[in-house]
């Protein structure tokens, strides 16, 4: 079993910064896969960016150059950093891990919420 638990939402207007957290616990180790999704109301869920346990990663076109993905495994705990903030960005944000072998078990935070103002 992996838990995570997001931090850092908030309220910031555009063009501002915000850096969010996610800390794995139980067998974080296990997981091959952690990324950062995101939910706008009226909206499907959608990746946002993804990074590997060997470090590749990956980005939706919509936030690449300004959301850096990473992950401290020392301290099982991924990072989104977000940076030129825009209105469309505001949405809740969800951890996910993933452990990869026959099958993908996917693990969920509860999310946090990000509201960007104009």
């Known amino acids: 079993q992996v838990q995570l638990v997001e931090s850092g939402g908030g309220l910031v207007q555009a063009g501002g910064s915000l850096t969010l957290s996610c800390a794995a616990s139980?067998?974080?180790?296990?997981?091959?896969?952690m990324g950062w999704y995101r939910q706008a109301p009226g909206k499907q869920r959608e990746l946002v960016a993804a990074i590997t346990s060997g470090g590749s990663t990956n980005y939706a076109d919509s936030v690449k150059g300004r959301f850096t993905i990473s992950r401290d495994n020392a301290k099982n705990t991924l990072y989104l950093q977000m940076n030129s903030l825009k209105p469309e960005d505001t949405a809740v944000y969800y951890c996910?891990?993933?452990?990869?072998?026959?099958?993908?078990?996917?693990?969920w935070g509860q999310g946090t919420q990000v509201t960007v103002s104009s």
């Open positions: 996910n891990g993933a452990i990869v072998a026959r099958q993908r078990l996917d693990y």
């Open positions: 139980g067998s974080a180790f296990s997981l091959n896969y």
